[in-house]
């Protein structure tokens, strides 16, 4: 939480896949990510974000 009305997210999602054709493949995905939040008093939530793909 930066304040009363921006809040923080990060995260990181992870992928891990195999696949099975004519030969076997598999691969792996990383991507962290930031959203900030902003919350009014008056009830108005806005959410921006950024996916950092690696």
Do not use: R
């Not at 995260?11 to 891990?16: E, K, M, R």
């Amino acid at each position: 939480m930066l304040d009363d009305a921006f809040y923080t997210v990060i995260g990181l999602n992870t992928i891990d896949s195999k696949a099975i054709f004519s030969s076997q493949q598999s691969f792996s995905i990383v991507d962290p990510y930031v959203n900030l939040v902003y919350v009014s008093d008056f009830g108005l939530n806005i959410n921006s974000g950024v996916p950092f793909y690696l």
